[in-house]
C-alpha cells in the first residue's frame, strides 16, 4: 500500500486495526462495522425513502456488511489521498444508493402504456401558466427524441426523464453502471439539443460543442 | 425563468463533465476539500464539479457523504 501522503493519526490506527495479522483484528472490524451501520441508517433516514421498520433497518445492516467485504477487498488500493474514515464512508454511502436502487423495483409500479409526455414541463419546472408554451416544448423535444435518438437512448430517455425512475434502479435491473445510464442520457440531452438548434427552437449563441 | 430557458438549462451539456465512475473515484477527495474550501474543490477539479452538479445520484452521494463525516469525525 503506497500512501501519497503521511496519514493522519486515526487513519494510521485503522490501517493498523485492519491488518489480518492484528491482534486486535476481529474488534477493529467490529468497531468499523458499527461505524458503518449508524451512517447507513443516517443516510436512508436522511434520503426520505418511503421503506421504513425493519425493512429500512434490513437495509441498513445489508449496506454496511457490504461496505466492510469492499473495504477489505479494496485496502490495498487505499493511497491515503483523504483520511482513511472519509474514504471507508464512501463505500458504504454507495452501498446505500445501489440497494435503494435495487429496492425500487419491489414497489410495484403503474404499467407504461403512455410515455408521460404531459409530465416533461412539470419536470423542468415550467410555470403551470405557461400553458401554451409547454405545450410546444413537449411537441419539439418529442419530435426530437423520435427523430434522433436510438432506441435505447429513448428508452432511457423517458424511463429517467418522465418516468423519474432512479438511475440505479436501471442499473439494478438491467444490471449495468450508473455511468453507463447518466452518459445515454449525457448523450441524448445533447442530440436533443442539437436538434432543437437546427430547427431553431432553441439557440446556440456563445456556446461550444 | 421561461419554458425555453428552463429546457435549455437541462440539455446543457458540459464537455469537462467526467461522468459517474471518475466523480465517485475521487469523491472522498472531493469531499474533504468541499468541507474545508469548496471554492478550492471546484478550481482544483472542476470536472467533478461539473459533474456534480449534472448528476443527481452522484450529487446526492455526495451530500450523504458530508453528512457522515460530519457525523461522525
Known amino acids: 500500500m503506497g500512501l501519497v501522503a503521511d496519514p493522519d493519526e486515526e487513519t494510521v490506527a485503522w490501517l493498523r486495526v485492519l491488518d489480518r495479522e492484528a491482534a486486535d483484528h476481529d474488534d477493529g472490524l467490529a468497531r468499523l462495522h458499527e461505524r458503518l451501520l449508524r451512517i447507513a441508517r443516517a443516510e436512508l433516514h436522511r434520503r426520505r425513502t418511503p421503506i421504513a421498520g425493519p425493512e429500512l433497518d434490513d437495509l441498513a445492516h445489508q449496506a454496511a456488511a457490504d461496505a466492510i467485504l469492499a473495504i477489505l477487498a479494496k485496502l490495498d488500493t487505499f493511497r491515503g489521498e483523504s483520511r482513511f474514515t472519509t474514504w471507508a464512508y464512501r463505500f458504504v454511502i454507495l452501498e446505500v444508493s445501489s440497494k435503494l436502487g435495487r429496492h425500487h423495483w419491489r414497489t410495484p409500479t403503474a404499467t407504461w402504456d403512455e410515455d408521460r409526455w404531459e409530465t416533461l414541463p412539470d419536470r423542468l419546472g415550467v410555470d403551470p401558466h405557461e400553458q401554451a408554451e409547454a405545450r410546444r416544448l413537449v411537441e419539439v423535444v418529442r419530435d426530437a427524441v423520435d427523430g434522433t435518438l436510438t432506441d435505447h437512448q429513448r428508452a432511457v430517455f423517458v424511463e429517467v426523464v418522465l418516468h423519474g425512475v432512479p438511475l440505479d434502479a436501471i442499473c439494478a435491473r438491467d444490471g449495468t453502471t450508473r455511468s453507463a445510464v447518466y452518459k445515454t442520457v449525457f448523450d441524448a440531452r445533447r442530440k436533443i439539443r442539437a436538434a432543437l438548434v437546427a430547427n431553431g427552437y432553441l439557440t446556440d449563441a456563445g456556446r461550444e460543442g | ?73
Open chain 2, 1 to 73: 425563468m421561461g419554458a425555453r430557458e428552463r429546457l435549455d438549462a437541462f440539455l446543457d451539456t458540459d464537455p469537462r463533465d467526467v461522468g459517474c465512475d471518475r466523480a465517485v473515484e475521487l469523491l472522498h477527495v472531493y469531499a474533504e476539500l468541499v468541507a474545508g474550501d469548496p471554492g478550492a474543490a471546484e478550481e482544483q477539479y472542476a470536472g467533478v464539479a461539473v459533474h456534480l452538479a449534472a448528476c443527481g445520484p452522484c450529487h446526492e452521494d455526495l451530500v450523504g457523504l458530508l453528512a457522515a463525516m460530519a457525523a461522525e469525525d
